[in-house]
Structure formats: structure tokens, C-alpha cells
């Protein structure tokens, strides 16, 4: 008691700590779980005693035996995949994207959808203000089709042998682009009788007819077959045109 009450109130401080400490750590390894505290802390050591979890070895990072045997886990889909799966990134200490290909697809397009408009304004600047860089990067990805055999004339050729898989591929384009399903395409056949909205003729070889719309509303106005497609189209969609057609022939039809 004479040490204690000669002792600046720091050192009684500090000796209060260090009873506190050595009880804690007496407490503990009476129960035999033989961790050791430091300044009244306990700090638990994984070394392999009884309650405890063997301790990995130093140096190892969380996933590395996954990355050892050539996989990655990503951090959105929780799937182990193989490294080829994963994006290059320099800034990574494995040298992969912590999201899978799969899964950044994903989420660009999500953030694409949000923002299309504002994507294209900003694609659309960036080209404008970058021109040699388009042209470098056009080059480099025409230079790699015509090394991996994917060319223009080898396109072709897979086209005339696969005419099903073309046509299959053009009609869901031409259905995407008007928003329309294949649903809505059946109603609105049905609904004009099964033919060509203008001259109640079949639709092309291949039975599908032509999306009509008006080119300033882009209202979808029905289904046309290929000659009634290109004669409106070469009308201008105008009906003083069409008349004036119509009277045209009208009148040489007479003179015969």
C-alpha cells in the first residue's frame, strides 16, 4: 500500500491494467484455452488448441489454393470459374477482374438500359473529338476478323449455307426493332385476314411479310408483303403520288 500511495497517478494507472491482465489471463488458461492476453487485451492465436482452428499458413491470401489450381471465385456470383472467365485487369494482384465476364456483361447492360440516351450522346462526342483513335480501333478489329477467318466473304458463305438461321436471326431483329413479340405479330396478321394489308396477297417465300411503319411517328401500321413494301417505298408513302399513279394507268388503259 506505501509503493502504491507513492506512485504518480499514471503508474497506479498502469498497475491497475497489468492486474487486470494478469487475471484475465489467469482465468482464461484455467479453462485451458491457453490464450495469452497482452496489456488486459485478449488476442486469440490460431494455434491448433483445443476450441481453436488450425492457423493457415503466412503469406497465403483468401482464395489462393481456388486461384493455385487455375479458378477464381467471383464476388457477385459467388461461382468458381476458371481464369479465362474473368476480364485482364493490371491493377489486381491475380491480374483478373473481381467479376466474372458474365457478369459484368450483366450489369453493363443493366447500366446501358438506364441510361441509353445519355450513352449515346457521350459515345457520340467522344468519336466526334477522337477520330484517329475510332479509326485505330476499327482497324484492329477488322485486322482480327480477317486473321481468325471471320471476313466479309466468309460471312457470306455462311449465310447461303445457313439460309434458316439468317432468316430466323433477320425476323426477331426486324420484331426487335419495332417492339413488337411474336404474339403481337400473329394478332396482327389475323386481324388483316392472313395477307397483305394492301393486296390481301401471301407474304414471301419464306412466310413472313414486311413490318409497315410510318417513317415520322414510327407507329407500326400493318403487314405488307415485298411487292407492296417496295411500291409504297417508292411512292414516299405519299397518297397524292398513289393517285396520281392510279390515274396515270387508268388513262393509258383507256387509250388501248
Known amino acids: ?137 476499327n482497324a484492329k478489329f477488322y485486322a482480327k476478323y480477317k486473321e481468325t477467318g471471320r471476313s466479309a466473304s466468309n460471312h457470306r458463305k455462311w449465310c447461303a449455307a445457313n439460309p434458316d438461321l439468317v432468316f430466323a436471326s433477320r425476323r426477331k431483329h426486324v420484331l426487335k426493332k419495332y417492339g413488337m413479340t411474336h404474339d403481337d405479330y400473329a394478332a396482327l396478321l389475323a386481324k388483316q385476314g392472313g395477307g397483305c394489308a394492301s393486296c390481301g396477297g401471301p407474304a414471301n417465300r419464306r412466310g413472313f411479310f414486311h413490318v409497315d411503319h410510318c417513317h415520322q411517328t414510327g407507329v407500326v401500321r400493318g403487314l405488307l408483303c415485298h411487292g407492296c413494301n417496295l411500291g409504297l417505298g417508292a411512292f414516299k408513302d405519299d397518297p397524292q403520288l398513289l393517285l396520281a399513279a392510279a390515274d396515270y394507268l387508268q388513262r393509258t388503259k383507256e387509250r388501248k
Open 1 to 137: 500500500m506505501t509503493n502504491e500511495a507513492n506512485q504518480s497517478p499514471h503508474q497506479q494507472e498502469a498497475a491497475g491494467r497489468n492486474r487486470a491482465g494478469d487475471g484475465l489471463r489467469d482465468s482464461l488458461q484455467n479453462r485451458g484455452r491457453g490464450i495469452p492476453v497482452l496489456g488486459g487485451i485478449r488476442k486469440a492465436l490460431w494455434s491448433g488448441g483445443e476450441g481453436c482452428r488450425a492457423r493457415p499458413p503466412l503469406g497465403r491470401t483468401a482464395g489462393q489454393d481456388c486461384e493455385e489450381a487455375g479458378m477464381k471465385t467471383c464476388s457477385r456470383c459467388k461461382t468458381s470459374k476458371t481464369l479465362d472467365a474473368f476480364y485482364v485487369d493490371r491493377c489486381r494482384k491475380d491480374g483478373r477482374t473481381v467479376h466474372c465476364r458474365a457478369c459484368m456483361k450483366i450489369n453493363r447492360r443493366k447500366s446501358y438500359l438506364a441510361n441509353k440516351e445519355s450513352s449515346a450522346i457521350k459515345n457520340a462526342k467522344w468519336r466526334a473529338a477522337n477520330p484517329e483513335r475510332v479509326a485505330a480501333m
